[in-house]
T-cell receptor, first 114, second 113 residues
Framework: SQTIHQWPATLVQPVGSPLSLECTVE??????LYWYRQAAGRGLQLLFY??????ISSEVPQNLSASRPQDRQFILSSKKLLLSDSGFYLC?????????????FGPGTRLTVT | GENVEQHPSTLSVQEGDSAVIKCTYS??????FPWYKQELGKRPQLIID?????GEKKDQRIAVTLNKTAKHFSLHITETQPEDSAVYFC????????????FGKGTMLLVSP
């Protein structure tokens, strides 16, 4: 079966510090991978998605970046965090292939920028 | 691109009542419509989905209906229980060639005992 991991689970960082969040998927190959952010009490904002190694699409301009160095690894980064970067960061995956549309979320990282 | 509107934003019901959440979408080519349930502090969980070649799908107390002509789909929860309290998100995805879901803004369902 497939499993998605995210770490860390929680993070408190000062403004201006760097950020690196990691997401890995087990039990599948060549998944589509996604990063979402959810502000407190708000909806799901798609930040980045990737259909393969080194292929990143950005949905919104921001001070965040994403990378996919390996097939089942997706990393979200920032060089300098802003207060507005606080939120619940969710990685998600979807199996590629005809008719298999389900998308599943990881457990999330709760980031507080102080 | 696709646009998904979700109503209501908050829904309060008594235990045992039914709850209905409605979503409309803009892209007539969209063919996949999932629903997610998010409990406080947790990840969204896929609870049911429907594809455009089906008008209705049921799974125990939950069901989803799809009206392609009107471009709307709904989540129905019968015999609600306090543990159904959560935020529910609908979403839509256009055909193969597109990789992303477009989500509604969510409905907070509160079930009172």
């Amino acid at each position: 079966s497939q499993t998605i991991h995210q770490w860390p689970a929680t993070l408190v960082q000062p403004v201006g510090s760097p950020l690196s969040l990691e997401c890995t998927v087990e039990g599948t190959s060549n998944p589509n991978l996604y990063w979402y952010r959810q502000a407190a009490g708000r909806g799901l904002q798609l930040l980045f998605y990737s259909v393969g190694i080194g292929q990143i699409s950005s949905e919104v301009p921001q001070n965040l970046s994403a990378s996919r160095p390996q097939d089942r690894q997706f990393i979200l980064s920032s060089k300098k965090l802003l207060l507005s970067d606080s939120g619940f960061y969710l990685c998600a995956w979807r199996r590629t292939g005809g008719g298999l549309n389900e998308q599943y979320f990881g457990p999330g990282t709760r980031l507080t920028v102080t | 691109g696709e646009n998904v509107e979700q109503h209501p934003s908050t829904l309060s019901v008594q235990e045992g009542d039914s709850a209905v959440i409605k979503c409309t979408y803009s892209d007539s080519a969209s063919n996949y419509f999932p629903w997610y349930k998010q409990e406080l502090g947790k990840r969204p969980q896929l609870i049911i989905d429907i594809r455009s070649n089906v008008g209705e799908k049921k799974d125990q107390r939950i069901a989803v209906t799809l009206n392609k002509t009107a471009k709307h789909f709904s989540l129905h929860i019968t015999e609600t229980q306090p543990e159904d309290s959560a935020v529910y998100f609908c979403a839509a995805r256009p055909p193969p060639g597109y990789s992303t879901l477009t989500f509604g803004k969510g409905t907070m369902l509160l079930v009172s005992p």
